[in-house]
């Protein structure tokens, strides 16, 4: 999904694992595209490769803000999904 108000991009992995970021000025994304981020690392800069594009940029993930989508959502409760469901999982 791309927010072009806020500008935000957010990427769910097959298994059901969002992830949201502001993209660096220049870089454009389309819905399309295949994103290869690590879900391992929780928060910080990181680079990203546009597997579809051959391109690679550098994003900010804040601390803890991964989500699991499968997981229902509660009000005060984590959807931040375990070390096994970001591997994949």
Known sequence: MINANLPTVQAVTTNGIAIAFKPPDGVKLHLSDELEI????????????????????????????????????????????????????
Request: charged share 30%; with cysteine.
């Open 38 to 89: 690590d879900l391992e690392c929780d928060g910080g800069e990181q680079v990203v490769t546009n597997v579809t594009t051959g391109t690679r940029f550098t994003v900010t993930i804040p601390d803890r803000d991964i989500h699991d989508v499968r997981l229902p959502m509660t009000h005060g409760q984590s959807r931040f999904p375990s070390l096994e469901r970001r591997r994949g999982g």
